[in-house]
């Protein structure tokens, strides 16, 4: 390998279990047209690092800096945050072998100085553990943003500078975006004492060499007198050492220098004073500890207790706002953040009083009432969730929320006949998420599919159903008890931030006091690990609770061995084998109910899905970048057969309007959040494949019969792969040839597409036979007779969850 001359980086240590040079890669906003969304915080130690699975790109900036050249790093560190106060990627500060002091005052401006030890900024091209650096200088100063630079994704990008003889070169102290998965085989070597044409030469007699606009490194030298700096510039360039290059830069741009020289206090101010979004890292920098003596701006600490709320720090942002609204009931946003985040903690009568405070102002009496509804129904308080989904709609018509609180807590109608009591005893207890509405269609598949594992009768005769969001008490953990059997899952429940409580840390809202007085044989199965790539949580309640289930648990089988592996990791060692695998039964849906034969006739169409929830830890800064690739993908496999888009939810709909608005390509929806159960199996089984980055939207119907291709966003996709020894059915979200191999693989699925179907029934075989051997345990667990006994299938359909078909006819 060889790259531009200086001997290789030196390394640090990460947090235990990391290694040397493993850098916490962060993420921040996408291309400002395309952008799903402010990303969430990404990997730092207590966050889930699966980049590996993933492909999640790390990004870093990095610069070389002396003693001498300190005050000017400290320059280009404020204008960088100060200009991009929504981006937080590591900084490499990369140094001759400075003392670990000498960089105190650059940590007090950036929370992710990694320091590494260098010969030369050139050593950046070198630097393991990333695969996107952007290099600058300490003679530089941001005066844009360098957001669009993080799209990038080919060669090396710089700025070509007019050289000797009239033509353009690339300056060894310029700026560089390195691709280094480009770098670290193509790139020559160079002579030590280089000049300025060193990267020129290199990247122009390797091809590499992606020319930027003069906006991102514009040189000081060229302003003279009063020269005025061009509105456009991003980077403003006053030399390696500060000075320009030909003569002294202009009065204007001089000042453009001289606003970043400023001291700690006011850069802090600067920073929490700016408009629009912030990446939660950089404010909590740089508005922590909040300045003694005297009290800090009520908005900035609402937006702080906002960044701990989001990412599970729920105590601390209690903390701050209950000092904040001290008897002060005209703060309503401040008391609406505090009582989702006291909800958040199962501290519920307190969460109910501030909540009813937000209400008062008109602007957030709907939200407000919405959470009061749900806080209602978590403690089985229908009739007030009832009410309070009302008033939320008198203070706003249009809030969705409310309304669907209100239709799901609306008391049956009169007339209508209850169905027959059955006998308790003769029920199983089912604890999962039921989704109703036009919510997640996988979440509506799902459990139905656990319910037909143990019988085809999947309604109320022979299932009791307790939401997993619901407060676990005394009554409820009588009515538990009294069944045969508790049934738990399936879905990602090991989730930190879907409905949180402080009671387990997890989607099962039941205090471990509780959950030791479970009596009925307990059955946690098919549930999923499903913390995003790079998502923060608190562990610790989360990992207690875990350790409290599995040693109540008669059985407790996770969909995956990628989920497998990290609860055991979360476990004592003697708990751990009481871990198992157990497939989600929707792969197996071919073996637990009658269907059309595998040989029925299909439509001529591909199926593709997309997910937008955490869009930032999913894209990152790569969504530009995935909107292209699967644009011209959709191209391509359209000259094979018709591409229609499945929606699990309406939010899924953002990829047809931005594949509309941004490539002019138009797809039909199928809205599976409307259909019923049947419709959505029917119309999985019918297609020809299906591209899905939404785990159902791959699981369901691979267990219909129907090839796949998953769009790998998060890890439990890559997990399912895994699981089946299919990986290669899977093509990260990030990946740079996205769009070719995506046409290529579906291209051979079509093809051949029986062959492909064969392969899925084959890979199916294995899931059954584990499903069928834990299914034999439950069925004695639970003294139940076996619904799969050998021999020709019942011709009836599952029943008792299937959802009406809302489209019209």
Not at 116 to 135: C, E, H, K, N, Q
Not at 340 to 355: D, F, G, K, N, V
Not at 582 to 603: E, S
Request: proline share 9%; hydrophobic share 40%.
């Amino acid at each position: 390998m060889k790259t531009p001359a200086g001997p290789a980086a030196g390394t640090r240590t990460g947090p235990a279990g990391r290694g040397p040079a493993d850098p916490a890669a962060g993420s921040g906003p996408a291309d400002p047209a395309t952008a799903p969304g402010p990303p969430a915080v990404s990997d730092r130690p207590d966050a889930d690092d699966r980049r590996a699975v993933t492909g999640r790109r790390r990004i870093a900036f990095a610069a070389y800096a002396d003693e001498d050249r300190m005050p000017g790093l400290l320059v280009l560190l404020r204008s960088l945050v100060l200009n991009d106060p929504a981006v937080c990627e590591d900084f490499l500060l990369l140094h001759p072998g400075l003392p670990d002091s000498a960089f105190d005052a650059a940590r007090r401006l950036h929370p992710r100085i990694v320091p590494r030890t260098a010969a030369g900024r050139l050593d950046a091209f070198r630097t393991p553990g990333y695969d996107t650096v952007i290099v600058l200088g300490p003679g530089m100063v941001v005066l844009g943003s360098l957001t669009p630079l993080l799209a990038l994704r080919t060669g090396v990008a710089a700025v070509p500078q007019p050289g000797p003889g009239g033509g353009r070169t690339v300056r060894d102290d310029g700026l560089l975006v390195i691709q280094r998965q480009d770098v670290t085989d193509t790139v020559p070597g160079t002579p030590a004492e280089g000049g300025a044409s060193t990267v020129h030469r290199a990247l122009t007699e390797a091809g590499l060499l992606e020319p930027l606009g003069s906006r991102y490194d514009f040189p000081a030298g060229r302003l003279y007198d009063d020269a005025p700096v061009p509105a456009s510039t991003v980077v403003l360039h006053f030399g390696e050492d500060g000075v320009g290059e030909d003569q002294a830069p202009s009065a204007p741009a001089r000042e453009a220098r001289e606003r970043y020289e400023m001291d700690d206090e006011a850069f802090r101010a600067a920073y929490c004073a700016l408009p629009g979004p912030k990446h939660p890292e950089l404010l909590l920098h740089c508005a922590l500890p909040f300045p003694e003596g005297r009290r800090a701006p009520v908005d900035l600490v609402r937006q702080v207790a906002e960044v701990h709320r989001q990412q599970g720090r729920y105590d601390e942002a209690v903390a701050l706002l209950t000092a904040a609204v001290a008897d002060r009931p005209d703060l309503p946003r401040c008391h609406e953040t505090l009582g989702i985040s006291l909800m958040a903690l199962s501290r519920y009568e307190e969460a109910e009083a501030h909540l009813l405070l937000a209400t008062v102002s008109p602007d957030f009496a709907a939200r407000a009432y919405g959470q009061l509804a749900r806080l209602a129904w978590l403690l089985g308080r229908d009739a007030d969730a009832h009410a309070y989904a009302r008033e939320g709609l008198d203070a706003d018509p249009a809030d969705g929320n409310c309304h669907a609180w209100y239709v799901r807590t609306r008391p049956a109608a009169a007339g209508v006949r209850a169905a027959e009591p059955v006998p308790a005893g003769e029920q199983l207890a089912h604890v999962a998420l039921f989704a109703d509405g036009q919510e997640n269609a996988g979440d509506k598949v799902l459990p139905e599919a656990v319910r037909m594992c143990f019988g085809s009768d999947t309604g109320p005769a022979r299932w009791h159903e307790r939401s997993v969001h619901r407060l676990v008490d005394g009554p409820a953990l009588e009515e538990l008890n009294a069944r045969r059997g508790i049934v738990v899952g399936g879905g990602g429940l090991f989730l930190p931030d879907t409905a949180p409580n402080g009671n387990s840390g997890w989607q099962w809202n039941i205090p471990d006091d509780v959950l030791a007085r479970i009596t009925a044989p307990l059955a946690v199965f098919a549930v999923g690990y499903n913390v995003f790539d790079g998502q923060r949580y608190r562990r610790e309640r989360f990992a207690a609770s875990l350790r409290a289930l599995v040693g109540q648990s008669s059985f407790f089988g996770l969909r995956n061995q990628g989920s497998v592996d990290r609860v055991r990791e979360l476990l004592p060692r003697e708990l751990r084998d009481r871990v198992r695998y157990q497939p989600c039964p929707t792969t197996v849906a071919r073996h637990l109910g009658p269907g059309p034969d595998d040989g029925a006739v299909r439509d001529d169409t591909v199926l593709i899905n997309c997910a937008y929830d955490r869009a930032g830890l999913r894209f990152g800064h790569d969504y530009g970048h995935f909107l292209a690739e699967t644009a011209a993908a959709v191209r391509s496999i359209g000259e094979r057969a018709e591409v229609r888009y499945a929606a699990h939810m309406p939010a899924d709909e953002k990829f047809v309007h931005d594949l509309r608005r941004a490539h002019g390509t138009t797809l039909p929806v199928e809205p599976l959040y409307l259909f019923s159960n049947d419709r959505i199996r029917e119309l999985y089984r019918r297609t020809r494949l299906v591209i899905g980055m939404r785990g159902h939207a791959g699981m369901i119907p691979f267990g219909c019969g129907t090839p796949i291709i998953s769009l790998v966003s998060h890890p439990k996709l890559a997990y399912f792969l895994s699981d089946i020894d299919r990986p290669e059915w899977g093509l990260s979200v990030h990946d740079r040839s996205l769009g070719t191999r995506l046409a290529e693989r579906a291209a051979g699925v079509l093809d051949d597409h029986r062959a492909a179907v064969a392969d899925v029934h084959g890979r199916q075989e294995h899931l059954w036979s584990v499903t069928r051997a834990n299914l034999t345990g439950l069925q004695k667990l639970f003294g139940l007779p076996d619904p799969f006994p050998p021999g020709p299938r019942a011709a009836g359909p599952a029943r008792g969850l299937h959802l009406p078909d809302t489209r019209t006819k």
